[in-house]
Nanobody
Framework: QEQLVESGGELVQPGGSLRLSCVGS????????MGWYRQAPGNQRELVAD???????NYSRSAKGRFTISRNGGESRVDLQMNNVQPDDTGVYYC???????????????????WGQGTQVTVFA
């Protein structure tokens, strides 16, 4: 079973910076759209940013201008650089990898979507 493993969550003061990383267990993720979602207590999971295999990016309104998502071509890794973080950025950040359809490579079929277990980001003074 393929996995996404996140790291980098921590406590940080408002205005500070941190970098989240997500590494996939298989090179298959290099052709997936990879991204980050945030879930604050009592709220639904929401998109923060994602990046296609061709490097095309998409940001939420709150993330635009403060966060940068990146990935190295051909690698199953995605990073999220978070600058000028604010208390509203607090939550569990989940790594996501998705394709429109499941992917078949030889005899193996990969799911259309995978989630990591999440990493906690807490912003407080």
């Amino acid at each position: 079973q393929e996995q996404l493993v996140e790291s980098g969550g921590e406590l940080v003061q408002p205005g500070g910076s941190l970098r989240l990383s997500c590494v996939g267990s298989s090179n298959i993720f290099s052709i997936y759209t990879m991204g980050w979602y945030r879930q604050a207590p009592g709220n639904q999971r929401e998109l923060v940013a994602d990046i296609n295999y061709d490097g095309t990016t998409n940001y939420s309104r709150s993330a635009k201008g403060r966060f940068t998502i990146s990935r190295n071509g051909g690698e199953s890794r995605v990073d999220l650089q978070m600058n000028n973080v604010q208390p509203d950025d607090t939550g569990v950040y989940y790594c996501n990898a998705r394709r429109k359809w499941p992917q078949r490579v030889g005899p193996k079929v990969y799911d259309a979507e995978y989630w990591g277990q999440g990493t906690q980001v807490t912003v407080f003074a």
